[in-house]
T-cell receptor, first 113, second 111 residues
């Protein structure tokens, strides 16, 4: 079974802090994604990566950056956390170009105070 | 760009059949996916339709009509454990499997 793990289940940070969210997948997937999920807004794509060191902006990249130094690991960085970044963050991975099946991690509930 | 519309909430009783509709507007179309998410859980993939017609997987079926930009998820023999949120998603035209998700339909199954 594909396993996608995220570094923290819950995280509380202060405004202005730099925040790192880590995601690791164990199935050698090419594609990795970061979403945020807010009530009534569904899942919104922040960034995605289709290869090591490659990244593409999603629909809401402002205030975020990402890093993919190894195929299995995709990090989301909040350079200076703000209260409006309080949300559930979900990482996902998928294989190749012929499947729209994404595998999600359990999520990180981030609260910025 | 892409946009999807689905009902915010649907209620049904155990044993019943429920249909969750999804209409979409896209600049390119590469198929319609469905995901299930229980409260506090991760979204899990249910089905994918690239072509018109009905795809059946056990109690769940998914339908697509590309000419109508419409699809639905059909859940039969509802069980309490089917209470969850269901998201439709369309593939992005870029070909990198980027998905655009709907805002989700919360299904409440009562005894």
């Amino acid at each position: 079974d594909v396993k996608v793990t995220q570094s923290s289940r819950y995280l509380v940070k202060r405004t202005g802090e730099k925040v790192f969210l880590e995601c690791v997948q164990d199935m050698d997937h090419e594609n990795m994604f970061w979403y945020r999920q807010d009530p009534g807004l569904g899942l919104r794509l922040i960034y995605f990566s289709y290869d090591v060191k490659m990244k593409e902006k999603g629909d809401i990249p402002e205030g975020y950056s990402v890093s993919r130094e190894k195929k299995e690991r995709f990090s989301l960085i909040l350079e200076s956390a703000s209260t409006n970044q309080t949300s559930m963050y979900l990482c996902a991975s998928s294989q190749g170009t012929n499947s729209y099946e994404q595998y999600f991690g359990p999520g990180t509930r981030l609260t910025v105070t | 760009g892409q946009s999807l519309e689905q009902p915010s909430e649907v209620t049904a009783v155990e044993g019943a059949i429920v249909q969750i509709n999804c209409t979409y507007q896209t600049s390119g179309f590469y198929g319609l996916s469905w995901y299930q998410q229980h409260d506090g859980g991760a979204p899990t993939f249910l089905s994918y339709n690239a072509l018109d017609g009905l795809e059946e997987t056990g109690r769940f079926s998914s339908f697509l009509s590309r000419s109508d930009s419409y699809g639905y998820l059909l859940l039969q023999e509802l069980q309490m454990k089917d209470s969850a949120s269901y998201f439709c998603a369309v593939g992005d035209h870029t070909g990198f499997q980027k998905l655009v998700f709907g805002t989700g339909t919360r299904l409440l199954v009562s005894p």
